[in-house]
């Protein structure tokens, strides 16, 4: 998860840019969910925003990481299996 660092608040756009219309307004701390990031460049970010119920663009020098879901490690599995194949 991110949350919102600006201070003013954080536009949620319908696309990748500030030309993009304006569908909410992302209160600082607000918690969100980056699902992807733009082609053309890295600096906007397509999020979902669990209070609201909403998806849309932000740019994603606004927001910073709250927590990470930890990946699989899949040394330990492939260990796991292995042994178990073993027997």
Do not use: H, M
């Not at 756009?13 to 307004?25: E, F, I, M, N, W």
């Not at 040394?75 to 178990?84: G, H, I």
Request: net charge negative; charged share 25%; aromatic share 10%.
């Amino acid at each position: 998860l991110c949350t919102v660092t600006s201070e003013k608040g954080l536009p949620l756009r319908k696309g990748p840019d500030s030309t993009y219309a304006q569908t909410d307004l992302l209160e600082f701390g607000t918690s969100v969910q980056v699902t992807g990031k733009s082609l053309q460049n890295d600096l906007w970010v397509y999020v979902y925003v669990p209070s609201l119920d909403l998806y849309g663009w932000i740019s994603a020098s606004y927001i910073s990481r709250t927590s990470v879901i930890k990946e699989p490690d899949i040394t330990e599995k492939t260990t796991a299996e292995s042994e178990s194949k073993t027997e």
